[in-house]
């Protein structure tokens, strides 16, 4: 019964973390989303850390999960205006 419950937030997690609109949400909400994920997902009680705890955590699993896609993978189902608008604002934070 507890493996079923797994497979079932595991494919949860997998239809929502593959949906264009999670990766349209910002950032930072993503990251927390990650790392709420991450700490239930080893049996931690995500309570017990801060949200900056939480956030950091899904910082670094955003990270290492995009570290493992192509350039291709990474810009699928992005328009032109978008990866230009993203270029412009990093531009602009250099």
């Known amino acids: 019964m507890v493996s079923t419950y797994l497979r079932k937030k595991r ?3 997998k239809l929502v973390s593959q949906s264009q609109e999670f990766w349209s949400m910002p950032y930072d909400l993503k990251c927390i989303f990650f790392g709420i ?5 080893r049996g931690f009680d995500f309570y ?4 900056e705890q939480v956030q950091d955590l899904g910082e670094r699993a955003v990270k290492a999960y995009l570290s493992t ?26």
């Open 11 to 13: 494919k949860a997690f």
């Open 37 to 41: 994920w991450l700490l239930d997902e």
């Open 48 to 51: 017990e850390y801060t949200p």
């Open 69 to 94: 896609l192509s350039l291709e993978e990474r810009l699928a189902g992005m328009s032109t205006e978008e990866i230009e608008a993203y270029l412009e604002q990093r531009k602009q934070q250099s």
